[in-house]
């Protein structure tokens, strides 16, 4: 038996593999995305894969700003780590993604692996995530509209997958 990771590494969605229900199954979801899962290279094997939108700290920060007064009781002097978890509720909120999270990534191309400790370095990339490889993630993606709405708060850029910066082990099982 496939692990969910070798699943996830020899899988097409066109149609749909059998360990995931079909699009139907969700009555709640009628109209869920569907993204291309791409094959992740051999020495990711193990890692999550996240769908989602890049953004950096400060547009996080500025997006929280731009947005504090649909927070209730706003405080201009909050940390940048409230404020970044305050752009992730806004999203949320604006998009009705329920499952959307700020996720830490490596970058395209990235290709070292050595000794690294993924886990200590700060300057990977960060990601409005709105789901992942991991099944009870990539079950409840959001619908079509939902991801419209918050590609259109992106700028209309596309999302894409990104390998997890953290070390399998930084989970606990699924």
């Not at 499952?99 to 290709?111: A, W």
């Not at 990339?125 to 918050?150: A, T």
Request: proline share 10%; aromatic share 8%.
């Amino acid at each position: 038996m496939l692990s969910l990771g070798q699943s996830m590494d020899t899988m097409s969605l066109s149609p749909p593999p059998s360990h995931l229900p079909p699009n139907t199954d969700n009555p709640a979801i009628p109209d869920q995305i569907v993204p291309p899962v791409p094959r992740r290279p051999q020495e990711w094997k193990n890692h999550r894969v996240f769908y989602g939108f890049t953004v950096s700290r400060d547009w996080l920060i500025t997006y929280c700003e731009q947005n504090s007064h649909r927070v209730r009781n706003y405080q201009p002097d909050n940390t940048n780590f409230t404020k970044i978890y305050l752009a992730r509720e806004l999203l949320a909120s604006s998009s009705g993604i329920k499952g959307l999270e700020i996720e830490r990534v490596l970058p395209k191309g990235y290709t070292e692996r050595g000794g690294d400790d993924l886990d200590s370095n700060a300057c990977w990339p960060r990601l409005v995530s709105v789901c992942s490889s991991m099944r009870s993630s990539f079950v409840n993606r959001p619908s079509k509209p939902q991801l419209e709405k918050l590609k259109s708060i992106m700028g209309g850029r596309e999302p894409d997958w990104y390998v997890d910066a953290h070390l399998p082990e930084h989970y606990s099982e699924d």
